[in-house]
Each structure stands twice: as structure tokens, then as C-alpha cells.
């Protein structure tokens, strides 16, 4: 197909680093002879919250052939309509960029970073066309300016200083995020998949070591679901700032976000740290989605529009498997030792069991209601919503251990996977919200029930059976109380905090801001409420710094007066002086041989 064969043809230029703007600019070969419609997602794929992104659109104007302007009319919030023409036209318009984020398009001096579901208009009723990607060099606007996308390359025009790339269709030319201007890049291998890792924003890591685990661990990915993996090159597009967190996944690439000095130095020691581990989770995480959400879909996924909200209880599935499998999979590749694995299982466990909205949403409820609930979290979140992530990792643990129990360790989650890549990733066919359910019975023949209730993990707020089932593997739960606010459990601990509080809190000059209050706690109990400033316990000042530790040297069960400021008043109200929950979880291995049936 040459150039002039594509029916459709965007052209991509960053036109401003202080305005933060792209120019974008449209061709329709053939546009529909009643008047074309264009439009821009909602939402981006993978991140199931409205963002109306055509919020960032500037201006748009259409032109026909003979570049006469041709009169458009806005239809609905992303929606625009030309006159109708038989011709060909052409469609200007400018985007502001400047969201700092895995979802966004951003602009400033070191790079430029867009989602195509940020930029491209939808020709509608031509979006099976195969388009061209034409986007022009800002070399006078980055040192060492280069680009890295996994959207197929055309060629280098040089007579215009453009890069060529083509896309069989709309929803393979927004599924390759493109990053461009001075970045840092590094190629390996992960079996036969040509590799990048890019890391843009500047930093001082190793990212040979990085590379070099990336490929361990990736391996684990190939192993898992079958030799040929669905991709030939997979990039990893990182934007690292100061404190960032995040990952977005597409179908052979991922954009993640994180802090750059999280990341490991040059001679750091073999054991990776936590936040190095966090972020070989992360990748994990994204790379595993390459097939189990990028391939393997949800049917409502498939039949929705990227116009509005698209419900699906199957989230549970596709981010639940997906968080277990990301930390397993650092597991399996040895790059950290067992024990560092059961204490990020622990620490799960610890942020459902402080999590009391685990009693009142299920996580199918929470999965359907992404969009307007997990999405849209405030103080109340702790209370009143579950993560389908993490109750869903966990279901994940029960399900890989009731499977291996089940069918006397014939069988594992491993075993799923593999069908559902099989029966469903390799044939394109859509799954069901009865997926688990048909594979257990049909194709596994096992009845799990007897050691795991699915229905009931997905269909009510019942604990989950986790304890009794990590035992059967030589795996002890254990208890006890945090022993301060930024304990996320995972350890044993020598010193922790004897009397409850119950609410989170941010530093102040004077006193300390109540962020979230638990329900059942004291705070909570007392009737302390989020926004109130805490300035005495017992009459004596506190400070972020003292306060838990005041709280812990008063006497068990004895009320003692809190003052607070609430939007100025002055007001007193007594705390009961309760004893900490236990709340914490960390492991503990009772019979190792038990544990490799596990974790081999
Ligand atoms: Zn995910």
C-alpha cells in the first residue's frame, strides 16, 4: 500500500512546548456523502472512567479539496459533523496536552507523549479503514530527538522530515501510544519478542539490570500461556517523575509511570528493593495483560462503544488473575526470595482485612461500578468499597489453591489460563461472566466447592477461606496490630501499637488533619470526622509525630477528651481509649515441601 492508498491520514505535530499543543491534521479520502461525523473517545481503554477527552480539543475546522472551509457543526460534547461533500476534506484541529499521566497526551521541554484516544478523531462509519500516521520531527524542539511507538512503521520521509506509520484500523492506530523527543532507550529480548525500555523524564538507574530482570521475569509470562507468544516487539514506554505511579496497558506496548529514584542505582545490592520489586510488578502486571484483557476480552468490552460507560462485572477477572499472577510471576522468575513473596501476599491480605467496605460491595458489584465508585474514590472508600484488584488477587490465591487441591495438584490457575488464551485469546471469541465457572466444569471437570465457594467470593461479602486454605499448604495467616500509620504489614514486628485510633491524618503547623476516619474505630466512635483539625488529647498538644504515641501511654478503655477544630469551632469530644485491632497480616511457613506445591 503506498502512501496515496490510505483512505484515511493523520499528520501529528508538536507545535508548542509552552502552549503544550499538537496540530493535528485529518484527511478523509472518501467521506460519508450525507456529512461525516467524527468523534473522540470518552474514555481510553483499560481505565474505565469517563475523561472526555475531547474537553482538550481547540479548535477544529474542515477543509474540501480546493482548501475552501466547509461548515461543521458540534452534535454533542465529542461529536462534529461537516456538510456534506462528495470531495475529499481535510480536518485542522489543535490539542492541549498537558496531562501528566498514563491516559493523557502531555508536551514539555524534554518530550512529548500522547494516547492516540487523546488525539485521533474517529472518522465515524470508516473505522475498519486502514489509516497513516504521517507525524512530523520536532528535532529543533528536543535535543537527541528520536521516537518510540510499536504502531507499524512505513518509512522515513525525509523530503518532508516525517516518520510513516500505518494502522489496519481505528482501534489499532489508538492502541499504540507514541512517545517522542530526548528519551532513554535500551533493546533486549524477552524469548524471540524484541524489547525497548524507555525511560523518559531522566534518571540514574541501572537500566541493564532492569532489562536484564524484565527478561527473567517476562519469560515466566511466555511459559505460562504457551510458546508463541501474540507479539514480535513489546515496548516499554516509562515516564518517571518524582512520585508517580501508574500503568496503562495496550496490545504491544504499556505506558507506566514512577518515581525515578525508586527505581535501582548502579551497584545496588542483588536483592531487589521493595519499591525496585514494586516497579517489576508493575511491568508484570502490564505485560500479562498482553494477553488476558489486550486478547483474551470481556463480551461487554467487545460489544461496548468508547462513547460512554461500558458495565461489566468481569473486572474481577481481568485485573483480579492479573494482580495475582504479576507478583507470582516475579516469584517464579527467582529474582526475589520466597519469603519477600508471602510478605507481598501478606500485605494484601492486610489491605483487604483494614478495608471494612469488604462488608458492604461485592467485587462483582465493584467491578460493574468501576466508573463511578473504584474510579472515583473519596474519604468514604475505605468504608463502603472493595477493589476488585485486591479481593480479586485474593479470590485468585483461593481459586490457584482449591484447583491444585481439587484435582490432587493435576490442575492449577495455571491451567485456566491456558484455556482461556487457547478457547478464547487465540480465537478472538469474547468471554462470558460464567468463564471460570464453564472452564472449572467443562473443560477441568472438577468440582472445587468443597474447598472454595467461587459464588459465594463473587456473589456476597463473605470472608474468603484464605487462611484455611494457605494451611492446607503449609502456610500459616497470622495477626497483630500495625505498628504505625505507614505499616502495610507483610513482617513480623517487635514493637507495635497497643490503642486504637482509627483515623488517618495529615501533618499541620499546629495539630494534625483528619484525612479518612474507619468505621468501628474509636476515632470513629467518638465521632471525629474528616476535615476535623485535631489540636490536644487529654489537654496536651499533638502533632503528626506524637499522636499515636500519646494515644498508646493512656490507660486501656478509659475516655479521654479530644479537642478539635471543625470549620473554626472549637470543639471537645471524648475518645474511648480502645485496644489496637489486629489488623496486620504476615505469613509464616509451617512445613516448606507443603509450601512448593504452591510456589515450585
Ligand atoms: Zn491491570
Known amino acids: 500500500m503506498t502512501k496515496h492508498d490510505f483512505p484515511i491520514q493523520y499528520e501529528v505535530s508538536l507545535s508548542s512546548i509552552a502552549g503544550h499543543l499538537f496540530d493535528v491534521s485529518l484527511y478523509i479520502h472518501s467521506p460519508n456523502i450525507a456529512g461525516q461525523r467524527l468523534s473522540l473517545p470518552a474514555w481510553i481503554p483499560g481505565s474505565y472512567m469517563i475523561r472526555d477527552f475531547a474537553k482538550h480539543l481547540i479548535s477544529l475546522t474542515a477543509l474540501d479539496s480546493q482548501g475552501n472551509s466547509l461548515q461543521v457543526s458540534k452534535l454533542d460534547k465529542q461529536t462534529w459533523q461537516v456538510t456534506p461533500t462528495k470531495n475529499p476534506i481535510t480536518i485542522k484541529y489543535q490539542l492541549y496536552a498537558f496531562d501528566l499521566s498514563v491516559r493523557g497526551a502531555y508536551i514539555n521541554d524534554q518530550y512529548g507523549f500522547f494516547n492516540g484516544s487523546n488525539i485521533f478523531l474517529e472518522v465515524q462509519g470508516q473505522s475498519n479503514s486502514p489509516c497513516l500516521l504521517r507525524i512530523n520531527k520536532a528535532e529543533n524542539l528536543f535535543c537527541n530527538y528520536h521516537v518510540s511507538t510499536t504502531m507499524s512503521y512505513l518509512s522515513n520521509q525525509t523530503e518532508l522530515n516525517a516518520d510513516l506509520y500505518e494502522a489496519q484500523n481505528y482501534a489499532e492506530l489508538i492502541d499504540h501510544p507514541v512517545l517522542m523527543g530526548g528519551f532513554d532507550s535500551l533493546s533486549f529480548k524477552i524469548a524471540d519478542i524484541d524489547c525497548e525500555l524507555v525511560f523518559a523524564g531522566g534518571h540514574q538507574s541501572d537500566m541493564q539490570r532492569i532489562a536484564d530482570d524484565l527478561s527473567l521475569l517476562c519469560q515466566q509470562h511466555i511459559e505460562l500461556f504457551g510458546s508463541s507468544a501474540p507479539i514480535k516487539r513489546y515496548v516499554f514506554i516509562t515516564l518517571l517523575t518524582d512520585a508517580a505511579f501508574g500503568g496503562l496497558e495496550h496490545r504491544a506496548s504499556t505506558a507506566l509511570m514512577y518515581a525515578r529514584n525508586d527505581l535501582p542505582g548502579f551497584d545496588e545490592p542483588t536483592i531487589p528493593s521493595d519499591t525496585y520489586r514494586n516497579f517489576l510488578s508493575l511491568c508484570s502486571h502490564e505485560f500479562f495483560h498482553t494477553w488476558h484483557v489486550k486478547r483474551i476480552r470481556p463480551i461487554e468490552l467487545v460489544e461496548g462503544t468508547l462513547a460512554d460507560e461500558t458495565y461489566t462485572e468481569q473486572l474481577w477477572i481481568y485485573e483480579g488473575f492479573t494482580s495475582y499472577y504479576d507478583d507470582l510471576l516475579v516469584q517464579r522468575s527467582n529474582i526475589i526470595p520466597v519469603e519477600n513473596y508471602l510478605s507481598v501476599v501478606a500485605q494484601n491480605l492486610t489491605r483487604l482485612q483494614r478495608n471494612i467496605g469488604r462488608t458492604k460491595q461485592t467485587i462483582t458489584a465493584s467491578s460493574f461500578d468501576a466508573w463511578t465508585k473504584f474510579y472515583k474514590q473519596d474519604e468514604s472508600a475505605i468504608n463502603n468499597i472493595v477493589s476488585y484488584y485486591n479481593k480479586g488477587a485474593i479470590v485468585a490465591l483461593c481459586l490457584d489453591l482449591a484447583i491444585r487441591l481439587a484435582s490432587k495438584q493435576h490442575y492449577s490457575l495455571d491451567s485456566v489460563m491456558q484455556i482461556l488464551w487457547r478457547d478464547f485469546g487465540k480465537t478472538?471469541?469474547?468471554?462470558?461472566?460464567?468463564?471460570?465457572?464453564?472452564?472449572?466444569?467443562?473443560?477441568?471437570?472438577?468440582?472445587?466447592?468443597?474447598?472454595?465457594?467461587?459464588?459465594?467470593?463473587?456473589?456476597?461479602?463473605?470472608?474468603?477461606?484464605?487462611?484455611r486454605l494457605l494451611k492446607e499448604f503449609g502456610v500459616l495467616v497470622n495477626y497483630r496490630a500495625k505498628t504505625d500509620l505507614n505499616d502495610k504489614g507483610g513482617?513480623?514486628?517487635?514493637?507495635?501499637?497497643?490503642?486504637?485510633?482509627?483515623?488517618?491524618?495529615?501533618?499541620?503547623?499546629?495539630?494534625?488533619?483528619?484525612?479518612?476516619?474507619?468505621?468501628?474505630?474509636?476515632?470513629?466512635?467518638?465521632?471525629?470526622?474528616?476535615?476535623?483539625?485535631?489540636?490536644?488529647?487529654?489537654?496536651?498538644?499533638?502533632?503528626?509525630?506524637?499522636?499515636?504515641?500519646?494515644?498508646?501511654?493512656?490507660?486501656?478503655?478509659?475516655?479521654?477528651?479530644?479537642?478539635?477544630?471543625?470549620?473554626?469551632?472549637?470543639?471537645?469530644?471524648?475518645?474511648?481509649?480502645?485496644?489496637?485491632?489486629?489488623?496486620?497480616?504476615?505469613?509464616?511457613?509451617?512445613?516448606?515441601?507443603?509450601?512448593?506445591?504452591?510456589?515450585?
Open 428 to 467: 478472538a471469541k469474547a468471554t462470558p461472566k460464567t468463564v471460570i465457572h464453564d472452564i472449572l466444569q467443562q473443560d477441568l471437570q472438577l468440582n472445587i466447592e468443597y474447598y472454595f465457594d467461587l459464588d459465594k467470593a463473587l456473589y456476597s461479602t463473605e470472608e474468603l477461606p484464605v487462611a
Open 491 to 600: 513482617n513480623t514486628a517487635t514493637k507495635v501499637t497497643k490503642h486504637d485510633f482509627g483515623a488517618q491524618f495529615k501533618a499541620l503547623n499546629i495539630g494534625i488533619e483528619i484525612t479518612q476516619v474507619a468505621e468501628q474505630s474509636s476515632a470513629y466512635a467518638a465521632g471525629i470526622l474528616v476535615g476535623d483539625i485535631v489540636v490536644a488529647i487529654d489537654n496536651w498538644q499533638v502533632n503528626a509525630t506524637n499522636v499515636l504515641n500519646m494515644i498508646d501511654r493512656l490507660k486501656t478503655n478509659t475516655p479521654v477528651r479530644v479537642s478539635l477544630f471543625r470549620d473554626k469551632r472549637l470543639l471537645q469530644v471524648m475518645l474511648d481509649v480502645r485496644p489496637a485491632p489486629l489488623d496486620t497480616v504476615y505469613l509464616s511457613i509451617e512445613n516448606s515441601e507443603k509450601m512448593q506445591l504452591w510456589l515450585q
